[in-house]
Nanobody
Framework: QVQVVESGGGLVQAGESLNLSCAAS????????MGWFRQAPGKEREPVVA????????YYTDSVKGRFTVSRGNAKNTVYLHMNRVTPEDTANYYC????????????????WGQGTQVTVSS
């Protein structure tokens, strides 16, 4: 059974930085892409960024371009989200997910999801 585990969330002040980590393990799967998504209170879950596991191509949602950076970790099946110059609008539960089919940000493409890690940005 595939497990996806996020970590690194917490409380930060606006303008600061925060790094999230994600590791996928277990089962038999081939990663095509990994993605970060977020869900703020009272809002629908939305995509943040996806990274193509084969060529490193990335796709960011407009609201985080230039502030967030996704990267692969040295350990197998790990990915990081570097969040810079955070704002209160970045407050959300951040989810990591594994895509075994085709590159994209559509949530339906992602087969395995973590439980999320909470990020709270104070003003």
């Amino acid at each position: 059974q595939v497990q996806v585990v996020e970590s690194g969330g917490g409380l930060v002040q606006a303008g600061e930085s925060l790094n999230l980590s994600c590791a996928a393990s277990g089962g038999t799967f081939k990663i095509y892409a990994m993605g970060w998504f977020r869900q703020a209170p009272g809002k629908e879950r939305e995509p943040v960024v996806a990274i193509n596991w084969n060529n490193g191509n990335t796709y960011y949602t407009d609201s985080v371009k230039g502030r967030f950076t996704v990267s692969r970790g040295n350990a197998k099946n790990t990915v990081y989200l570097h969040m810079n110059r955070v704002t209160p609008e970045d407050t959300a539960n951040y989810y990591c997910a594994v895509n075994t089919r085709v590159f994209g940000l559509e949530m339906g493409l992602y087969d395995y999801w973590g439980q999320g890690t909470q990020v709270t940005v104070s003003s």
